[in-house]
């Protein structure tokens, strides 16, 4: 090869390896930068904030297998047809939201902005004919009414591929006249801990779980010193990362002291024994299908608690895995049990009750 050949595939060389560098950079910027913008709208007297990044879900080796085998729901009719009405398909086009819970008295309301791919001409027109269209300096404000007439939905395009709802009553936010307070310091902080995690959560003490734990848990899974505990957290943090073909989930509590650090620590690590415990129970084993019984202990096993010393608060995180073995013997035991129920006699049959599923 001679020299001009040399500087040419040089000069190639170089200009691919800057292609690829400036490709990878400008997506991990715009991701930064999406994510930023709008956990930036976030309001400071939110309650709870959650965060999704569907575009870099969508291409996770795990979330592929996991709606490879999950049940697949018949699409809604109503859905259906907005789909066909505006051509919106939010597991098509829709790439980051953030969406933020208050509490108003015994009602809670929302505020979430919205990145993706929008027809805004067919969207506009289907809420216009759904409610009614305010225009406030050059902008329109869609009132929709919800199920309930007496609330309403606000939704404004803030751009061709961002959006913002609420169903507050007043809807300056969506305007832009964000609420901005210290408090969106303590906010900002907790996301940048989770800043490369697809998904989180971020629940504040206002939210009170566990008073909302005790409401929704079922009798026989109510934990009075469980939630009496999670009400005593200044912040909760859930998050969870992809990496391969599993899911890492981190939930992590903080507390104003350490001994209540240390108390929340133990009661974490004395329900984690006790679940062990439960499993390998005689009864357990012969009604829980064997692998999924060993596929819930291995991620058993595989939990950890740890303290973490932040400085103002003091905190209790518990980390574990969702693996493809684990997936599996779900998706084994969720096959079987559809067809056990598939297989069971009619009420009032005289054919023998069957006993597959229950060894």
């Not at 809604?76 to 505006?86: M, N, V």
């Not at 008073?211 to 999670?230: T, V, Y």
């Not at 013997?329 to 069971?344: E, N, Q």
């Amino acid at each position: 090869m001679n020299k001009p050949e040399w500087i040419a595939v040089a000069a190639g060389a170089l200009l691919g390896t800057a292609a690829a560098l400036f490709i990878h950079h400008l997506y991990n910027t715009n991701s930064s930068s999406a994510r930023e913008d709008l956990l930036g709208m976030m309001p400071g007297d939110a309650a709870a904030v959650l965060f999704v990044n569907l575009a870099e879900l969508r291409t996770a080796p795990f979330v592929t297998q996991l709606f490879a085998w999950a049940p697949q729901p018949e699409l809604d009719e109503d859905y259906a047809r907005f789909i066909k009405q505006t051509n919106f398909n939010y597991e098509r086009d829709l790439d980051h939201f953030a969406i933020a819970f208050e509490k108003a008295g015994q009602d809670s309301a929302f505020f979430a902005v919205a990145d993706g791919r929008f027809d805004h001409q067919k969207i506009s027109a289907l809420a216009a004919k759904s409610g009614t269209v305010e225009r406030r300096n050059g902008s329109e404000i869609f009132a929709i009414p919800e199920t309930s007439a007496a609330k309403r939905v606000y939704l404004k395009f803030l751009s061709n591929d961002r959006i913002a709802l609420t169903n507050r009553s007043d809807p300056r936010q969506i305007l832009g006249a964000l609420k901005r307070s210290a408090d969106a310091v303590e906010w900002r902080a907790r996301f940048e801990r989770v800043a490369g995690s697809p998904i989180f959560a971020v629940i504040r003490q206002d939210a009170a779980p566990g008073a909302e734990l005790s409401a929704q848990a079922p009798g026989g899974f109510r934990s009075p010193e469980l939630s009496s505990m999670l009400d005593q957290l200044l912040w909760i943090t859930l998050a969870g990362k992809t990496e391969n073909d599993r899911l890492r989930l981190v939930v992590e509590g903080e507390s104003a002291t350490d001994d209540n650090a240390v108390r929340f620590a133990d009661l974490l690590n004395g329900v984690l024994t006790l679940a062990e415990t439960g499993l390998n129970d005689a009864k357990t084993r012969q009604q829980l299908d064997p692998s999924l019984r060993e596929a819930y202990l291995t991620l058993l096993k595989g939990a950890d608690v740890s303290r973490i010393n932040r400085g103002d608060t003091k905190s209790v995180r518990l980390a574990f895995e969702i693996t493809p073995e684990f997936l599996e013997s779900a998706r084994r035991f969720s096959t079987r049990s559809t067809g056990d129920t598939l297989a069971k006699p009619a009420t009032g049959s005289t054919a023998p009750r069957s006993k597959k599923g229950h060894t």
